[in-house]
């Protein structure tokens, strides 16, 4: 059960026969019933991540604050969302969900939470498609690790590998979040 409001989980229709299979990976017109958003995705993204690495928790601000549909087409992740927006009753609550090419989920991050993921898989590739541009001044990003979030990362079977980065981001009660 999803416990932040505004996160979706998209579950594709798979027709598969002998050929293999077939998926709609995205539908603007099933994204709008699910989500009752009108998102515009301005860009796609993709990242390949070896086992053990953990990316995030990252967002943008306004003006140029990021939704996200991200799902995994090879490997897997523990997929995480925190609520950064402090006037939320849901403020410093994270969600996670196991995405995999195995599975097809997708999930919905909505402007307002910060996006994490520890690959559980060597050679995993995650895609991302965002509603607003890349923007090096207003990204930001919290701790992955900080004990107030207490995000129940699962171990995997060598060494977490994290940026230099996420490692030194700042904790959730230091970070430039939402305010509203």
Request: aromatic fraction near 12%; hydrophobic fraction near 45%.
């Given at each position: 059960?999803?416990?932040?409001?505004?996160?979706?989980i998209f579950e594709p229709q798979v027709h598969t026969d002998h050929r293999g299979h077939?998926?709609?990976?995205?539908?603007?017109?099933?994204?709008?019933?699910?989500?009752?958003?009108?998102?515009?995705?301005?860009?796609?993204?993709?990242s390949r991540s070896r086992l053990g690495v953990i990316r995030g928790l990252h967002y943008?601000?306004?003006?140029?604050?990021?939704?996200k549909l991200v799902r995994v087409v090879q490997g897997a992740v523990w997929d995480v969302v925190v609520d950064i927006r402090r006037a939320s009753e849901t403020f410093g609550d994270w969600f996670g969900i196991e995405l995999s090419a195995a599975n097809r989920r997708q999930?919905?991050?909505p402007p307002g939470f910060a996006h994490g993921f520890l690959a559980t898989a060597d050679q995993t590739d995650l895609l991302y498609k965002?509603?607003?541009?890349y923007s090096a001044e207003w990204e930001r990003s919290v701790r992955w690790d900080d004990p107030a979030i207490g995000i129940n990362w699962p171990t995997v079977s060598t060494d977490r590998i994290i940026s230099d980065r996420d490692a030194n981001a700042p904790l959730l009660r230091h970070a430039d979040i939402f305010e509203s």
């Open positions: 059960m999803i416990s932040l409001l505004g996160i979706h077939f998926f709609e990976s995205f539908s603007e017109r099933s994204f709008e019933e699910e989500t009752g958003i009108e998102a515009r995705f301005v860009q796609d993204n993709q943008q601000l306004p003006p140029v604050a990021q939704g999930l919905w991050i965002v509603t607003a541009p």
